[in-house]
């Protein structure tokens, strides 16, 4: 069964097997972008079979393997071992966890000369627990989120979630009727100011879809999405404020 599916010009999506994270089950997804000279920029790379592995193939050659955070890391090393030639990239947190691994230099805000014509990115940090970067495709017009929005339907959590598991997910903010970064890792964010220039940064993009590691992913009306789901950052001191007088 075919597990690569178009989702823009030159950008492609595949659903992986749900993993476990501290007893709850999470689904995993990535995303492969299509540079020029068809090398392939491969995001939170899933579990890779042989099947995959084909459909991949058929695409370009694998050339970039990319952990957005220091979570998503699981299956580089098996991606690495297929595709020896393919280069590892991360964020700071990411490289000082896996220590077994080569990478590049850290990603950070400004996109390496590899893939900055067809994808930007911005680095969310400030937190005390865990950064990320997000990217985004300027082809498809496609903000890739991992961890900062999550966005799990009733119908996964009715399935794989326990009884005591469910109330968590409404609470924690991280259901696709209420799309945001889990709850604990928002107060996380003691440090909003690069938090707020990240998110600045990323509504700027204007993205027209929005693709999540965890969750349903949103299809059209994507500005509108993603700026729903960081209003909890808050206003940069320079916008008006709600309840500014005139």
């Not at 009715?158 to 107060?187: C, F």
């Not at 509108?224 to 404020?241: C, D, H, N, T, Y």
Request: charge should be negative; include cysteine.
């Amino acid at each position: 069964m075919t597990q690569l599916h178009p989702i823009g010009d030159r950008i492609w999506m595949a659903d992986g097997p749900i993993v476990d994270f501290y007893s709850f089950p999470y689904p995993t997804r990535m995303v492969i972008a299509r540079l020029e000279g068809d090398a392939l920029w491969v995001w939170s790379p899933i579990a890779l079979s042989d099947e995959l592995r084909a459909e991949v193939e058929a695409l370009g050659h694998v050339a970039h393997l990319v952990s957005p955070n220091k979570i998503h890391h699981l299956f580089l090393s098996e991606w690495k071992d297929a595709f020896p030639r393919a280069l590892l990239w991360g964020p700071a947190s990411t490289i000082a966890k896996r220590t077994d691994l080569a990478f590049q230099p850290a990603l950070e805000d400004t996109p390496p000369p590899e893939w900055g014509p067809d994808i930007d990115q911005a680095w969310f940090r400030g937190s005390f627990m865990m950064d990320e970067v997000v990217f985004f495709h300027r082809p498809s017009r496609t903000a890739i989120f991992a961890d900062l929005i999550e966005a799990f339907s009733e119908d996964f959590l009715q399935k794989h979630w326990s009884w005591w598991q469910r109330p968590l997910a409404h609470i924690d903010g991280v259901t696709a009727k209420s799309p945001h970064a889990p709850g604990e890792w928002r107060l996380s964010f003691t440090d909003r100011t690069p938090t707020r220039a990240a998110r600045d940064k990323v509504l700027g993009w204007k993205p027209e879809q929005a693709t999540l590691a965890h969750g349903e992913w949103c299809k059209t009306d994507g500005l509108a999405f993603v700026e729903r789901a960081l209003e909890w950052i808050g206003k940069s001191p320079e916008e008006p404020q709600d309840d500014a007088t005139a």
